[in-house]
């Protein structure tokens, strides 16, 4: 069946612009605190002020990018196996279909993000900068509304 992973693309892509704005704010700060031209009067005001606001946050969103990193969400015959692999945080569970009670994909300027709400205990699971199959959401949906897999099994007596 089909699994939601990290995208390690898409985390590389947002700490190059994170990189590179902080190149330009370097630049901007060396030329107000080393002027060898008159441009520290015209770059103290908003130039300064937007590129450090920028860079705070590209940051800020590689940071929460990079978060899921070992995190991979599997749909399986029972439901949704969420494993988290990292050192200090071991989870592995299998969060059953009839207990999700759905499952969205979210979208910002930087990446997507998986939340899997459960019905009973208000409990969310989230991958972050994730990388899906087209068929994903469709599988996942027709497992949590109620597929064959659901089904009550009874025993023909």
Request: glycine share 4%; aromatic share 12%.
């Amino acid at each position: 069946m089909s699994q939601a992973t990290w995208n390690p693309a898409q985390y590389l892509s947002v700490m190059s612009w994170a990189m590179f704005s902080t190149t330009i704010t370097s630049i901007l700060l060396a030329l107000i605190f080393f002027p060898f031209t008159n441009l520290g009067a015209y770059l103290v005001g908003w130039p300064l002020g937007l590129s450090i606001t920028v860079n705070i946050i590209l940051f800020i969103a590689s940071s929460l990018a990079r978060r899921d990193q070992y995190v991979s969400v599997s749909l399986t015959a029972e439901g949704i196996r969420y494993t988290d692999e990292s050192e200090s945080y071991r989870r592995n569970e299998l969060l059953r279909a009839s207990d999700i009670k759905n499952i969205r994909v979210r979208r910002n300027p930087f990446f997507k993000s998986l939340t899997i709400d459960m019905k009973g205990n208000n409990q969310r699971f989230f991958l972050s900068n994730v990388s899906l199959t087209d068929t994903f959401l469709a599988e996942a949906d027709a497992l949590i509304s109620g597929g064959p897999s659901n089904a009550p099994q009874t025993n023909p007596s």
